[in-house]
């Protein structure tokens, strides 16, 4: 019996980041489900509990990506976030606001498969 991939909510409100960020949990096992708001987030994590993680890209347009982080975070999700390298500030909100991880657009997709398989398989 074949066990499903796991659910990773990915939220980003622009098309190429979405796109990427979506790719890059398919390509390591995962099922993406794409967000653009933080209140179909929340929807989503309240009546998904088999939504594994999530990912946030922080510089998201129409929504606050620290908020996002805080909601996932609370509701006891894994959360990777991703965002300008030049933004510490940025950076150590996101932390602050409970995720785990948080890398550059850059730094993600250099590295990309090993973290997003990381966060995919529950290492993260």
């Known amino acids: 019996m074949n066990t499903p991939p796991p659910r990773i909510a990915v ?3 622009d098309l190429i980041w979405s ?19 933080t209140e179909a987030l929340g929807r989503l994590l309240s009546s998904e509990p088999d939504v594994s993680a999530v990912v946030v890209d922080l510089n998201g347009r129409g929504y606050d990506g620290v908020e996002a982080v805080r909601l996932a975070a609370a509701d006891g999700r894994p959360v990777l976030a991703v965002g300008q390298h030049e933004d510490l500030d ?21 590295d990309g498969p090993q973290v997003m398989s990381a966060l995919v398989e529950g290492r993260l």
């Open 11 to 13: 939220l980003a409100d």
């Open 19 to 37: 796109s990427r960020l979506t790719a890059a949990v398919e390509r390591s096992g995962g099922r993406p489900l794409r967000q653009a708001s």
């Open 90 to 110: 940025l950076r150590r909100r996101a932390l602050a606001a409970g995720a785990r991880r948080v890398f550059s657009y850059n730094k993600l997709f250099s």
